[in-house]
């Protein structure tokens, strides 16, 4: 559609052909110590920087809405002290042509009054088009630049980083002219159209402060942290410089250095442009005795220390396997190092909270230089119930522990048995269980019991021996025969010499009518 009025009136243009403008990047200044926030940006194409807040008169409480006339919004911008950071202004407006403004309307930036301007000379309008990518009100048409037919997708559809861009309409900057009127009028930018005209100076607009250059303060070197105080020789350790401020567009170096000879430390970080703050990675090497000394970050004449220790290498894991297991059997543990041992082996001391039940075969394993695990014997001793023993390994100041879960050499197989639905006084077919010695020496058999309130409607039958063997299994056939209707239940137990209680099989049958 086509607008009316006041800019399709305006028409009249001059055609010039303009270089493709820079993309400007914005840059995050920590103006108040605070590493969370940014409260001002670096324009670095226009060299500039803006302040975060486009409506600060608002913000700060100077200003009801934030808006004034020309005379007041200069007077303000102009004693802006924000963090101790003055200098400030409004945005500079310059002619197109660097000589001479001209008033007639276009839409694709070859006049002063319009849309589409996209040059460096009007900072307002360089922000809007160029450096946050949004789009005028009126589409850009070189064969017809006096008209103003509405675009897809114009306004204030990216304010960048900034906040409140949009809570004003109109921006004043530092620039005033005469019109073709013959009144002394100021430049400003509407923000939420890309539209630039021309207002007399008592009307009451927003003003965004800017000011020439970089106001990044780099600030003093605030902090030098590291992850852990002590490290194991071979490991590494993070370290953290941190600058009170934000680093320039050319970064800022860090210089570092250390005292320890099993640590290495590089000899100087660079905090980025923008940011605060930079990490680096300490090297360390394997030590027979404890070390401890400093590493130093130096910027300027501040010098800032953090006290490191690098020890002995201690251990990363020990593991068991089997981790359950029949008391009799052995077991194999492996004991793992933070790294290779160096120098020389490094010593594991082992112990066990039961040895009567279980026990490392040695009370030291070595695991070799050059090598990060070792593996070690176990021994375990039958049992009538199952025990759990804790196994420990412990070097240069670390312990590892581990479970050990020692079983009985008796174990049945299955654990229930389900008749389902049969008919009254008639007997089931045989379920059996399994008896099994997983041990390594015989165990007596010592007796067969059912018990439960159902246990009359069960029966059982075996051929076990006296004594079952290292390896062996023997079989109990177990039938179901109900003499009343219902669901019946009972245990069948089975004792051995091998447990301390006998070992429970769970038995379920349900008695029905004929049919």
């Known amino acids: 559609m086509r607008t009316t009025g006041v800019i399709a009136a305006a028409v009249g243009f001059t055609c010039l052909i303009l270089a ?66 003055t200098g400030w202004r409004l945005p500079a407006l310059a002619p197109l042509d660097g000589a001479t403004y001209v008033h007639t309307f276009s839409n694709n930036g070859t006049t002063d009054v319009g849309f589409g301007i996209r040059g460096t000379h009007s900072e307002l309008a360089h922000l809007y088009y160029v450096t946050l990518g949004n789009k005028g009100l009126c589409t850009p048409d070189d064969a017809d630049p006096g008209s103003c037919v509405v675009q897809s997708g114009w306004g204030l559809k990216n304010p960048g980083p900034f906040v409140n861009v949009g809570a004003i309409a109109g921006h004043w900057t530092g620039s005033e002219s005469m019109c073709p009127c013959g ?45 852990t105080s002590a490290v194991s020789g071979c490991k590494s350790v993070t370290g953290t410089v941190r600058l009170a401020g934000v680093a320039p567009v050319e970064g800022v170096v860090v210089q570092l250095a250390d005292t320890l000879a099993s640590a290495s430390t590089p000899a100087s970080v660079k905090i980025l442009a923008g940011t605060s703050s930079r990490t680096f990675t300490i090297k360390s090497v394997p030590v027979v005795d404890a070390e401890t000394g400093s590493i130093s970050a130096t910027l300027g004449s501040i010098t800032l220390n953090q006290e490191l220790t690098v020890r002995p290498m201690g251990l990363y894991s020990m593991s068991l396997a089997p981790a359950s297991v029949v008391g009799g059997y ?44 070792a593996t070690f014997d176990l021994v375990t001793t039958p049992v009538t119930a199952k025990t759990s023993v804790t196994i420990t390994a412990a070097a240069n100041g670390t312990s590892k522990v581990r479970t050990l879960t020692v079983t009985s050499m008796a174990a049945v197989s299955p654990t229930t048995l389900r008749f389902g639905s049969h008919v009254l006084n008639t007997a089931s077919p045989v379920l059996a269980v399994t008896l099994v010695n997983r041990g390594t020496m015989p165990f007596a058999v010592t007796g067969f019991t059912l018990g439960g309130s159902g246990a009359r409607h069960f029966a059982q039958a075996n051929d076990c021996p006296a004594n079952l063997d290292a390896g062996a299994s023997c079989t109990i056939g177990v039938t179901f025969t109900p003499t009343s209707t219902g669901n019946k239940s009972a245990k069948l137990y089975v004792a051995t010499s091998a447990t301390s209680t006998p070992t429970g099989v769970s038995l379920y049958g349900t008695g029905v009518l004929p049919p």
């Open 20 to 85: 493709a403008p820079a993309q400007a990047a914005l840059h995050g200044r920590n103006l108040d110590n605070d590493p969370a926030t940014f409260e001002a940006y670096y324009d670095d194409v226009l060299d500039i920087t803006w302040l975060a807040d486009a409506n600060y008169a608002r913000t700060s409480g100077r200003d009801g809405d934030g808006m004034m006339t020309w005379p007041t919004a200069t007077a303000w911008v102009e004693g802006l002290d924000y963090f101790g950071v």
């Open 183 to 227: 009144s002394l009028k100021t430049w400003l930018i509407d923000m939420t159209n890309g539209r630039q005209s021309q207002l007399l100076g008592s009307n009451l607009q927003g003003a965004w402060p800017v000011r020439d250059g970089d106001v990044a303060p780099t600030g003093d070197l605030a902090s030098l942290t590291l992850k």
């Open 330 to 373: 052995p077991v194999v543990g492996t004991v793992k190092l933070v790294c290779s041992a160096g120098p020389g082996p490094v010593a594991v001391e082992l112990g066990s909270s039961n040895a009567l039940v279980a026990t490392p075969l040695t009370q030291t394993v070595f695991v070799p230089q050059g090598l990060r695990s």
